[in-house]
Every structure is written in C-alpha cells, then in structure tokens.
C-alpha cells in the first residue's frame, strides 16, 4: 500500500504521466490507476478511513491537483449517478468498476466523481439516483466531463476523481410525524363534528315538520267569546270558551 516506501516512490514516477482535464483515463494514465486499486483491495474501509484526511476542499484539488495525488481522503456525497462497468485488464480481483457522481456539502454543485470496485450491497445503480454515501481513497486526477446540454465545442468541466471505498446510508423509513398526528386527528374530529351538527339540524327539522302536519286545522269558526289569543286558545284556558264550548264550537256543514 502507499505506506510502503518503495510502493509510494514507484507511485510518484507514475503519476508524472497523468494530464488533467482529459476525458476518460489515457493509456498512459492506467498504471498508476490500477496501482490505486491496488492499494484499496488490500485495506478495508475502516483501515482507510482510519488515515484518511476528513476536511477535504474542492478547491484543494482544483488548485493544486499535483500536490494532492495519491492524498488520502474522506468524502460525504450525495450521490446522483451510479454507473457499472466490466473490465477485463486491470487486476485479477477486479472485474467490474462503478462510477459515482456527487458533491459533498462544501462542494455543492460541483461534482466529485469516484471509483471503487466494491458497491455496498443493494445501493441503486442508475443514472439518476438519490443517496448519500461515505467515501474514503486516494486522489488520482481532475476528470473531464461535458454537462448536460454542451454545446459541440465547449470546453470540458472539470471534477475530482478518486478511487477508493464507499460506505452507503440507505434512507430510512420514518412513520408520520407528532404534527401530522394531531393535524390528522383534528382533521377526522373536525369531520365528525361537522356530521354530528348536520344530523342534529335534521332531526330538529324533521321533529319541526312532523309537528306542523300533527296540528289540526281549524275547521269551524270560533264563538266571539272564545277570540282569545292564539296560545289560550290552544291551551283552552279560557273559562269562556269552555262555558261555550258544548253549544256554539261545534263544525260547521
């Protein structure tokens, strides 16, 4: 690994043949490539992470790309891009590399990308994803990409490559919150009591209707001496009415 002296002098001859800014890896560039797989293959995550340099800048590498090769470093992205790809001539562990596309939150915009050979178990792999992921490994070189809707002779982006290991956060699942809660218990109580008052107000008005078709018409004309008010009429109070009642109240034919 780079903590072998001979491993790290053979490292620095190759990196004087990397150009940065080039899109895709040249020929030339694939020694000292591989030798970085080289070096992750042998060292776990936690080994990695253990030496690696947590407060990397973007600038840092944009500014000074020959004095951060083969730095060891600690990345938080959120992941946008996953992409596999099969390869057959770099090291015999090593039949597939995935891309990752990203930036850390001290980047924002701007894109990271990274090269590992191991994705952690059931991170998606797509175009377009949406995941955040810990990266640990060894910067190689800037890479050059054409953002979406180049036209024909823009120049090329630029974006930090690494190649190391990659520790995924899947989303976790969270239950509604306390606010949900009670905006949905208000909700349904509201309902119930809006229901509530809408068969209230029914019954009254159907009691209010059924009383009216129970009352009887008047179906003959009141004795002058019984022209007392509606409601003593009703409750036949008058002494009056009564005296005359069997006499003169009688239905008219």
């Not at 491993?7 to 899109?23: I, L, S």
């Not at 159907?206 to 003593?232: N, V």
């Amino acid at each position: 690994t780079d903590e072998d002296p001979e491993q790290r002098a053979e490292a620095a001859e190759e990196f004087e043949a990397v150009t940065d800014g080039t899109v895709g890896i040249q020929p030339e560039e694939m020694l000292i490539y591989w030798r970085l797989f080289y070096w992750v293959e042998h060292q776990s995550f936690e080994a990695l992470q253990k030496r690696a340099r947590p407060d990397a800048v973007f600038a840092d590498f944009m500014q000074f790309p020959d004095k951060n090769r083969g730095k060891l470093v600690q990345l938080d992205l959120n992941v946008r891009r996953v992409l596999a790809y099969d390869v057959d001539d770099g090291l015999p562990d090593v039949r597939r590399v995935y891309e990752i596309w990203g930036w850390s939150d001290e980047s924002k915009a701007w894109l990271y990308v990274v090269a590992t050979a191991h994705l952690p178990e059931g991170m998606p792999v797509g175009p377009e994803v949406y995941e955040r992921a810990r990266f640990v490994g060894y910067f190689f070189k800037l890479h050059g990409y054409y953002e979406a809707g180049a036209k024909p002779r823009a120049a090329p982006l630029r974006a930090p490559l690494l190649v190391g290991r990659l520790l995924w956060h899947p989303p976790v699942a969270q239950g509604p919150s306390a606010s949900q809660d009670w905006w949905t218990l208000g909700a349904v109580g509201g309902a119930l009591v809006f229901l509530g008052g809408v068969i209230v107000v029914t019954y009254l008005g159907s009691r209010k209707a059924a009383r009216r078709r129970a009352t009887p018409r008047r179906l003959w004309p009141r004795h002058p001496r019984c022209r007392s008010t509606t409601a003593r009429w009703r409750r036949r109070s008058s002494p009056e009415c009564r005296a005359v009642q069997a006499t003169c109240c009688r239905p008219t034919s």
